[in-house]
C-alpha cells in the first residue's frame, strides 16, 4: 500500500502542474506542448508499473493474440480488478497511445486516484439508474467518442459496469461462469460516432482465482492469462447480440487453465 499510494503521489505531482496549465493557457502552442508532456508523464508511469509487476513481483503475462497498431482503438476488457487497469495499459501503451477509460463520477472524490483521472481529463459517467443521469452519461460518452475520433488515444470500457465477484453474479443470475453480464449501452454509442474501420479489441484477463489489487500487488498470482481477439465496428450489426455472443466465447477461454 505505501509504494501504491507514493508511486501514485509522485505522478500526480507531476501531473497536476502540466494540466491545470493546459486547462488555463490562453495559446493553442501551450496546450499541445502540455498535452505531450502529459503523455510522456503517462507513459513513463506505465512503465514503472509493468516493472513492479514483471520484474519485482515477478508476475509472468501469458498473452496470446496481439493488439492491432492504430492510434485511436476503443477496447473493452472483462473487469475482475482494480489490477485489471495498469495490465491493459501495458498491452496498449507499451507501443501504442496512452489509455483513456470511462469512469464512475465517484471516483474523483477519492484521493489522489480521483485526482489523477481528473488531470488526465478522462470522461466521468454517472452510472445511476435514475433517466436524467442515464442521459447525462450517454450524452457524455458521446462527446467522449466524438473527440475520441479526432484525437490519438485508446477508449478503454468495461462493458459490466463493475468488477466481478460471486455475489454480483449471483444477483445477476447469469449464464456466465465468470463473468457478468455485458452492457450494451455505451459501446453501441460509441459505435455510432466512430470510423466503421476502428478496430475494436476485446481482451480478456483470466487471473486464475479470484483476485483483488492488493494480492496481485504481491504477486499473487504469479501467472495471468490474457487474450486479445480484434474486430471492426462495421462487424457489429447488433451490439447487444455481439456482446452476449462474445461474453459466451470469453468465458470458454476461463476454462482452458
Avoid at 477509460?101 to 489522489?112: C, Q, S
Wanted: with cysteine; charged share 20%.
Amino acid at each position: 500500500m505505501l509504494w501504491v499510494m507514493l508511486n501514485l503521489l509522485f505522478w500526480l505531482t507531476l501531473l497536476l502542474p502540466v494540466a491545470l496549465m493546459q486547462l488555463l493557457a490562453p495559446w493553442s502552442i501551450v496546450k499541445t506542448v502540455c498535452a505531450n508532456i502529459i503523455r510522456l508523464i503517462y507513459r513513463a508511469a506505465v512503465k514503472l508499473n509493468t516493472f513492479w509487476m514483471t520484474d519485482v513481483m515477478r508476475i509472468q503475462l501469458k498473452v496470446f493474440g496481439e493488439v492491432p497498431q492504430h492510434d485511436s482503438p476503443v477496447v473493452i476488457c472483462n473487469h475482475q480488478s482494480w489490477f485489471d487497469i495498469p495490465l491493459v495499459q501495458e498491452l496498449i501503451t507499451q507501443k501504442g497511445p496512452m489509455v483513456t477509460f470511462l469512469v464512475k463520477r465517484e471516483i474523483v472524490w477519492i484521493p489522489i486516484i480521483g485526482w489523477i483521472c481528473l488531470a488526465l481529463n478522462f470522461p466521468r459517467l454517472y452510472r445511476r439508474k435514475q433517466e436524467g443521469a442515464r442521459e447525462s452519461d450517454f450524452t457524455i460518452i458521446q462527446k467522449a467518442s466524438s473527440e475520441h475520433s479526432k484525437d490519438k488515444g485508446a477508449l478503454l470500457i468495461f462493458p459490466e459496469g463493475t468488477r466481478f465477484t460471486p455475489d454480483k453474479k449471483s444477483s445477476q443470475k447469469v449464464q456466465y461462469t465468470n463473468l457478468l453480464r455485458p452492457k450494451s449501452g455505451g459501446l453501441s454509442m460509441i459505435k455510432n460516432h466512430m470510423p466503421s474501420s476502428t478496430p475494436l479489441v476485446d481482451i480478456t484477463i483470466d487471473y486464475g482465482q479470484q483476485v483483488n489489487i492488493w494480492r496481485c500487488l504481491r504477486g499473487d498470482p504469479s501467472e495471468i492469462y490474457i487474450h486479445i481477439h480484434e474486430f471492426q465496428f462495421e462487424e457489429l450489426q447488433d451490439v447487444e447480440q455481439w456482446l452476449n455472443d462474445r461474453w459466451s466465447q470469453k468465458d470458454e477461454l476461463f476454462r482452458q487453465y
